[in-house]
C-alpha cells in the first residue's frame, strides 16, 4: 500500500496548520502511523503516531501539546493538527506505517512522499 502526505504550506509564528497523510490499497485501522520530519541539514525526527486499533497516541516531549493527531474515517485519513506552530517545526513531514508506535524510523514502512511545512515572519 502507499501513503501520501499533503497540506504543507507557509505559515506565521503562533499560526496552526493541519497535514493529512491518505493511504491506497489498505484500512488505516490496521497499522500504526507515525509522523516524522526532516529540517534542512538534520536527521529524520519522530513526532507522533497513532495506533488506532489500540486507540493509541503518542507524542515527541517538543510536540506535545501543541500538536493532535487523530483519524478520518470517512477520509480514511491520519491527521496532524499543528498549533501554536514555532519557526523550529519547519521541516519536510512524512507519514509511514508500523506494527507498532515505534520511535525509530527504521521500523516503519510504506514511506510516502513529504509534505513542506514553513513556520516564518
Known amino acids: 500500500f502507499q501513503l501520501q502526505a499533503s497540506g504543507g504550506g507557509l505559515v506565521q509564528p503562533g499560526g496552526s496548520l493541519r497535514v493529512s497523510c491518505a493511504a491506497s490499497?489498505?484500512?488505516?485501522?490496521?497499522?500504526?502511523i507515525g509522523w516524522f520530519r526532516q529540517a534542512p541539514g538534520k536527521e529524520r525526527e519522530w513526532v507522533s503516531c497513532i495506533f488506532p486499533r489500540l486507540n493509541t497516541t503518542r507524542y515527541a516531549d517538543s510536540v506535545r501539546g501543541r500538536f493532535t493527531i487523530s483519524r478520518d474515517y470517512a477520509k480514511n485519513t491520519i491527521n496532524l493538527q499543528m498549533n501554536s506552530l514555532k519557526p523550529e517545526d519547519t521541516a519536510v513531514y512524512y507519514c509511514?506505517?508500523?506494527?507498532?508506535?515505534?520511535?525509530?524510523?527504521?521500523?516503519?514502512?510504506?514511506w510516502g512522499q513529504g509534505t513542506l511545512v514553513t513556520v516564518s515572519s
Open positions: 490499497g489498505i484500512n488505516l485501522d490496521y497499522p500504526a
Open positions: 509511514a506505517a508500523a506494527g507498532a508506535c515505534y520511535h525509530h524510523d527504521y521500523l516503519y514502512t510504506s
